[in-house]
């Protein structure tokens, strides 16, 4: 007699892993039901279901994913503009450390050309740039003071 890893599954056929990405596309795009996806995947309903689910609810909207991945390149060209403005504007500078602001402006700047396929190569010119600028803005307010 077989021995048995759980109900109808013998140890001589180990369960076969789940393509999550497939079987998430097969669902959103294609909109298969879950007995269809484990059909074309060849695996159990039941291990499509328990995959499925655990993703859906760190993805409970995949229209509202989409959506946003339409317009992230503008949104974060928006909130580098707004970063950007920051750092020059003299309240803000009273009330936040510049280097916390130029590090928050690298970070969207970063993602920003890696959503573009750029290279991020040349930031870490612009990182440079931005504490030099930083040093000697420390240096002008002790000299002024």
Same mark, same amino acid.
């Given at each position: 007699?077989?021995?048995?890893?759980?109900?109808?599954?013998?140890?001589?056929?180990?369960?076969?892993?789940? *393509?999550?990405? @497939? +079987?998430?596309?097969?669902?959103?795009?294609?909109?298969?039901?879950?007995?269809? $996806?484990?059909?074309?995947? %060849?695996?159990? !309903?039941?291990? /499509? =279901?328990?995959?499925? =689910?655990?993703?859906?609810?760190?993805?409970? *909207?995949?229209?509202?994913?989409?959506?946003?991945?339409?317009?992230? /390149?503008?949104?974060?060209?928006?909130?580098?503009?707004?970063?950007?403005?920051?750092?020059?504007?003299?309240?803000?500078? @009273? !009330?936040?450390? &510049? %280097? %916390?602001?130029?590090?928050?402006?690298?970070?969207?700047?970063? =993602?920003?050309? &890696?959503? #573009? %396929? #750029?290279?991020? /190569?040349?930031?870490? $010119?612009?990182?440079?740039?931005?504490?030099? +600028? #930083?040093?000697? &803005?420390?240096?002008?307010?002790?000299?002024?003071?």
């Amino acid at each position: 007699m077989p021995t048995l890893d759980e109900p109808g599954r013998t140890l001589d056929h180990p369960r076969k892993p789940l *393509d999550l990405v @497939q +079987a998430y596309k097969l669902r959103v795009v294609n909109r298969l039901s879950y007995a269809e $996806i484990a059909k074309a995947l %060849n695996v159990p !309903k039941s291990t /499509v =279901h328990a995959a499925l =689910h655990r993703l859906t609810a760190l993805v409970p *909207d995949p229209e509202a994913v989409q959506a946003f991945e339409e317009v992230e /390149v503008s949104i974060l060209t928006s909130a580098k503009e707004k970063l950007l403005a920051s750092l020059v504007d003299p309240d803000a500078i @009273q !009330k936040a450390s &510049l %280097n %916390n602001r130029a590090y928050a402006f690298s970070q969207v700047a970063t =993602h920003e050309r &890696l959503l #573009k %396929n #750029k290279s991020t /190569v040349n930031v870490g $010119i612009w990182a440079q740039v931005i504490q030099g +600028a #930083k040093n000697s &803005l420390m240096t002008e307010l002790r000299e002024g003071a």
